[in-house]
């Protein structure tokens, strides 16, 4: 779907808007949700230890569906600690690899080969790094089994106020990457609508270049209008965000170890935005953007 077509289409779920939707109407939604995703052959679920991948993982596992968990990192990642954690818990089959530097860098090269050239202006520099990081975290990790689905926790960070950005609306504003924070009904729209051309088409782009799908439960029209009806205090307050998904997880028999766990983006969590600062340095630059420009002035035409 073109961004044009999706962006008509978000604004046409926000008319179908609801009042007083219940925790469990949300539940049993994300169930359906992600049952109904579900392959008829062995798939894959990315699996980072936070509340989102893994509230797919117990509903896959509660299923009896035929899967396994992959999860990517540098040594000392957060995200292989909290997959393994998740993991143990729920008894889940994890399969997970820590990845050299110099290997990161060739899943850099394949990603910026993957992806469009970039047209650079004012801050979508910042963007562009971590579409070709978590890119490499992507590639990196359904490189890792023979499955052909994988299902993928993205979404729920618009959908239920995870991102930083929605902490600043609900508390004092600010800016973010230049620009007035709106206010935090406006800006997960807003978010949402960013969804089609930052992830989805960059995770299709990813997956299909090695015959692979992604698929995102959360990323339902029926998610995203029980979601987008809740008032912004079931999802954010000034100790938590994504309350009323944690508080779900948490009845799903999920432990708060996990559920409450605070996850970075997967550039931070895997470690691969901190490797990418070591290949700069390594290679001569003192700036991650001028590696990158190195890699793209390499990219194939």
Known sequence: MDNSDWNEHIDYLRTRTKVNVSKEQLSNALKKCVTE??????????????????????ICKDYHADFRCFCVGIKGSTDIEGAKIAADMLKLNLVSKEFEVEE???????????????????????????KVSVSAVLLAAINLGDE??????????????????????????GKWRGKEIKEIEEESWDGIKRLNDLVLNRDKMVSSSINKQIVSPYI???????????????????????????????????????????KKGAQYGSGFDKAISRLAKMNGFKLKKRYLDSLLENREK
């Open 37 to 58: 995703s579900l392959p008829s052959r062995p798939f894959g679920v990315l699996l980072s230890g936070g509340v989102d991948s893994t509230l797919i993982a117990k």
């Open 104 to 130: 990161i860098e060739d899943l850099l090269i394949k990603s910026i080969n993957i992806l469009p050239a970039p047209e650079i202006y004012n801050d979508n520099y910042i963007e562009y790094i971590v």
């Open 148 to 173: 052909k689905v994988f299902l993928s926790g993205i979404g729920a960070e618009e959908l239920f106020a995870g991102y930083h950005r929605h902490a600043l609306s609900a508390n004092k504003g």
């Open 220 to 262: 339902t029209d029926e998610l995203i209008i029980l979601a987008m009806s809740l008032p912004s205090i079931q999802k954010i307050d000034s100790k938590s965000n994504k309350k009323i998904l944690r508080e779900i997880a948490i009845e799903m028999g999920i432990s708060p170890i996990i559920s409450e766990r605070k």
